[in-house]
């Protein structure tokens, strides 16, 4: 399997009045998208022993895991109408931390320092759609357990095809492997061919990147493929998936390396794919497609 950094899910997405401003809080159009609601929440777990056994004390004797996460990045990470954090991520890591009888706490904080700060010991580990890729393994260890590729998305009656789209404009949330490989390989690709470059066009968040492809301003965008279903899904039929999935890759949840939590969360995850309830989540959220038969710790 090759392995390219990707970040990339974020977007609470249906196409409507005031989200426009509200996700993206620098345009004044009256269509954007914004979060529409999301499932409940129908797993809760009892402590399981043996997986409990494996947190570290120092964890363990506080109660409360802290997971550094960067919404809005809808379906795996976002907020509802009442602030409150929601998605995938959320509810697997809620799950996860039930079974290692651990309250989760999640922290907000920018994508590109929620590593650092596991660096750090500020946070004991990350849940916010990270791609393991080599890079981010020469800093901390990862515990696989999603995988999801690249797709783009385009408004609705603008066919686009990713392989010919040499001379677009391409939105792209930044730090994510559309911003930092996809949309760079192929515009080199484009050059190469004697053709124009793709135009890439970044947003420090994906609901902009998405809006901006809503309103016109853009030509398409490019996203992990969770992403961009659920932004089409929640878009009232102005977005529209373009091309197929591509560059598949795990998810992980970084730890710092050597950590022993990683054992406790590799064991939790494989609890929760043996019986059941992780695709109950999944299929809570509509990425099913994207479940492994197993955890797996990685390290660099």
């Known amino acids: 399997m090759t392995l390219t950094p990707r970040r990339g899910l974020r977007a609470a997405l249906a196409l409507t009045a005031t989200a426009a401003i509200s996700l993206t809080g620098c345009t004044t159009n009256t269509e954007g998208p914004q979060d529409s609601g999301e499932p409940r929440n129908e797993v809760s777990l009892e402590k399981d022993d043996a997986i409990a056994a494996l947190v570290p004390a120092e964890i363990r004797d506080k109660g409360v895991i802290v997971i550094g996460t960067n919404p809005p990045y809808a379906p795996n990470e976002?907020?509802?109408?009442?602030?409150?954090?929601?998605?995938?991520?959320?509810?697997?890591?809620?799950?996860?931390?039930?079974?290692?009888?651990?309250?989760?706490?999640?922290?907000?904080?920018?994508?590109?320092?929620?590593?650092?700060?596991?660096?750090?010991?500020t946070m004991d580990m990350g849940a916010s759609s990270f791609t393991v890729n080599d890079?981010?393994?020469?800093?901390?260890?990862?515990?696989?357990?999603?995988?999801?590729?690249?797709?783009?998305?385009?408004?609705?009656?603008n066919d686009i095809d990713p392989d010919d789209a040499c001379g677009l404009n391409v939105a792209v949330q930044r730090t994510t492997v559309s911003d930092q490989e996809d949309i760079p390989a192929r515009s080199e690709a484009c050059v190469a061919a004697g053709k124009p470059a793709i135009e890439k066009v970044q947003f420090d968040s994906q609901d902009e990147a998405s809006t901006a492809v809503a309103l016109g301003k853009v030509d398409a965008m490019s996203a992990d493929s969770p992403i961009s279903a659920y932004a089409v899904k929640q878009s009232g039929g102005k977005l529209q998936l373009a091309g197929e999935v591509f560059d598949s890759a795990p998810y992980g949840w970084p730890v710092r390396k050597g950590a022993k939590l990683s054992a406790a969360l590799e064991a939790a995850a494989d609890k929760l794919i043996e019986t059941g309830d992780f695709k109950k989540i999944a299929e809570n959220w509509g990425v099913e497609d994207g479940l492994v038969t197993d955890a797996e710790i990685r390290k660099g």
Do not use: H
Request: glycine residues 10%; aromatic residues 12%; negative net charge.
């Open 78 to 121: 976002f907020k509802n109408e009442r602030g409150e954090m929601v998605g995938f991520d959320i509810d697997v890591m809620t799950a996860a931390a039930q079974l290692m009888g651990l309250r989760a706490e999640f922290r907000e904080a920018d994508f590109e320092k929620i590593i650092p700060a596991i660096e750090g010991g």
């Open 135 to 157: 890079e981010r393994l020469q800093t901390v260890d990862f515990v696989t357990y999603f995988e999801a590729g690249i797709q783009w998305a385009s408004a609705a009656g």
